[in-house]
């Protein structure tokens, strides 16, 4: 069974977060939860205000929703977004 881990860890206050989804969950889905969490602390309508801008600043290929969260957190919350799969062992 694969899974994947998304860590968002605050460099500020040490505090990870870590959400569990089953390996074949969608980008779309992880996107979808990370959207969540900005709008918790109220950073979703600062992203959406910037999203075009810093989607313009990544280089080609890396230009989509997730790298566009996770460029945003870095550079205005100093938080670092990663997604970490792994298969369990029986």
């Not at 074949?24 to 969540?36: A, P």
């Not at 990544?58 to 997604?83: A, C, N, P, S």
Request: glycine content about 4%.
């Amino acid at each position: 069974m694969k899974l994947k881990y998304l860590l968002i860890g605050m460099s500020r206050t040490h505090d990870e977060i870590v959400k569990i989804f089953k390996g074949d969950t969608s980008i779309d889905v992880i996107n979808e939860h990370l959207k969540s969490y900005l709008s918790e602390i109220n950073c979703l309508q600062d992203l959406t205000d910037r999203f075009d801008a810093i989607q313009k600043t990544l280089t080609k290929g890396t230009d989509d929703t997730f790298h566009v969260i996770k460029y945003y957190l870095m550079e205005t919350r100093d938080t670092f977004v990663t997604i970490k799969e792994t298969e369990l062992c029986h």
